[in-house]
């Protein structure tokens, strides 16, 4: 698959996507970045924002299989990786999987299930296999973790190890949709859409297990100039010297920004990556690799504004 076979595909998928998601453009651009480079995805934002429902849809026009995890304080690994169970018949155990084997899943407020749980995802997602009584089990050739939190309401929550949300390949901060977008999705509902029901929106498949596999190695095919990826290293190396952060990016950062960099040139059918393309993904790459000082946090300076600042700080490559 050359990249305008790549980029044609990438514009249908827009296409069916604007026929259920209003207003969120943003965040269906680094959504679909997350799937083609073949990371991983953190979404955070307020209820009723369409995060579960672009999760769905997404899933839906790739043509893939797709398994929702509600995570709740009850939640056991086992409930998630899945479990052996002894077969009377045979004298053996066979096993069960979970629904994290799927080539979509979407953890559903992640941050309420405790640490354990939480961490049966860690293997799954560095590894792309999980391990059920000494037994490595893999996982899809194409998996991805699209996993929600709510940013505003924290009792009975467990907030994220350090190490687990560093392999998120993004965090993708969602916003309320303007005015008019939120008009448009009053006369969708109107006239008959159901957000239950992708069939009632006309959505159509356009890719399958295979051809997304073909669209991510077309991906990695994506040219980076030397310049280009010094740049990368050279935000990635700022985000350490700032004296409003307290611990700064590690060098996975940079791989990071790098692949999704990757991916958002494909989006704009470019064989080749440009500082645009860095600097378009550096933001949702390191806004949750970041720790902020205490006493910048008190003052309400966000990572999102440092970032900010960070790259008008870092000399651009001509």
Do not use: W
Request: with cysteine; glycine share 6%; hydrophobic share 45%.
């Amino acid at each position: 698959m050359d990249i305008h076979q790549a980029g044609e595909i990438v514009r249908r998928l827009f296409g069916e996507l604007d026929k259920v998601v209003v207003g969120q453009r943003y965040v269906l651009e680094h959504m679909i970045a997350a799937l083609l480079c073949g990371g991983h995805a953190l979404l955070e934002g307020v209820p009723g924002t369409a995060k579960t429902l672009m999760a769905r849809a997404l899933s839906y026009i790739a043509g893939v299989s797709f398994r929702r995890i509600q995570f709740t304080p009850d939640l056991m690994p086992s409930d998630i990786v899945g479990v052996s169970i002894y077969n009377t018949a045979t004298g053996e155990f066979t096993f069960r999987p979970g629904p994290i084997f799927a080539d979509i899943v979407l953890a559903d407020e992640i941050n309420r299930a405790p640490a354990k749980t939480q961490s049966a995802l860690l293997e799954a997602m560095q590894e792309r296999q999980a391990t059920v009584d000494g037994v490595a089990h893999p996982m899809s050739p194409v998996f991805t973790v699209f996993a929600t939190q709510n940013p505003v309401e924290f009792e009975g929550t467990y907030p994220l190890p350090e190490a687990q949300v560093d392999r998120f390949a993004l965090k993708i901060a969602l916003d309320y949709p303007s005015e008019d977008a939120e008009a448009t999705i009053l006369d969708k509902v109107e006239e008959g859409f159901d957000a239950a029901d992708l069939a009632s929106a006309g959505l159509q498949v356009v890719l399958d297990q295979t051809s997304l596999a073909a669209l991510r190695a077309t991906v990695r095919t994506v040219r980076v100039e030397p310049m280009v990826r010094r740049y990368i290293t050279q935000i990635v190396r700022a985000t350490r010297g700032l004296q409003h952060i307290a611990l700064g990016a590690s060098p996975r950062a940079g791989v990071m920004i790098l692949h999704a960099a990757k991916a958002h040139a494909l989006i704009a059918k470019r064989e080749y990556v440009t500082p645009d393309d860095v600097k378009a993904m550096a933001l949702p790459s390191l806004r949750h690799r970041v720790i902020l000082q205490p006493e910048v946090e008190v003052e309400g300076r966000t990572p999102d504004e440092c970032i900010r600042e960070l790259l008008l700080g870092v000399d651009v490559p001509r």
